[in-house]
């Protein structure tokens, strides 16, 4: 009797014990995937993000981000590619050569982007113009919906943006586009921005993660998603606000803090399939082969349904 006793007690303790070790790991687990690295790029695009960490909307929801700005996209692509971030601000152009070579990354929300055209000084009006931009990129694909049907252009490829700068400034080419605010930098030196809307009301520009990210850490990125609109809510209300993060954050001149151009902040959505369609239409003609991939997989919609 006592050796069954014996036997039945050390049984409940064996399952309490295990019991207990069982909910530490998922406590583990959970405080793991509840945080979340995010890659920004010094673009307007950034101020939803940077205000919801300064107004504390992550950590209302229980979400521990860490957000990184990166200076140029190749660092940015090396800390996706060996999960150093989670995710980070791209654009469906990359998103679209990234899944094609394999690398499966998915846009789960547009992001407000502004691009405007730099023009040099003393620039007459052309029908044959000289056009700094990167060639796979989102550059090049504005500047074919903006441009190309008025005029004859001659692109030169120039991926780092100081040097694009200087093609225009010193006058080797007639245009360039750039990312607002790196656009109002280069205004300050004399150069003409002009802005052209946005084709079917999408700016390329996402927030966009890895697979890996995607399956492991799915309820973060949701109330990312959340804290975001929280804060597109905020700018709607006062865009002084994005112009006063961005300048600190970006550590942009605050002569540029009213010049600088705005997007229109809009609450986290994804665009529909022709325009993703359109996407890999053009990365095709411009890489000039065939891409094996479908527009949806681009994009997880889930967390904007």
Known sequence: MKNKILLVGLSIFTMLFFAGC????????????ISLKVGLMPAVDAAPMLIAERQGYFKELGLDVELIVFNNAQDRQSALQTDSIDGAMTDLIAVATNVNGGFDIKATTITSGMFPVLIKKDYEEKKDIKVAMMEVSVTNFLIDQWLSHEYNIEKVFINEIPARLEMIKNGNVDMGL?????????????????????????????????????????????????????????????ETIAREILIEKLALKPEIKDSMILPEYTETSLPDTDYLRNIISWVEDVLKKDMQIQPEELVERKFVE
């Open 178 to 238: 750039f990312p607002e605010p790196m656009a109002s930098m280069g205004a300050l030196d004399g150069l003409e921005k002009r802005i052209y809307a946005p084709k079917d009301g999408y700016c390329p520009d996402v927030l966009a993660f890895t697979a890996k990210a995607l399956s492991e850490k799915a309820e973060a990125i949701e109330l990312f998603h959340k804290a975001y609109d929280k804060a597109v809510e905020d700018i709607n209300k006062d």
């Open 22 to 33: 069982t909910g530490n790991i998922n406590s583990e687990q959970k405080a793991e995937n």
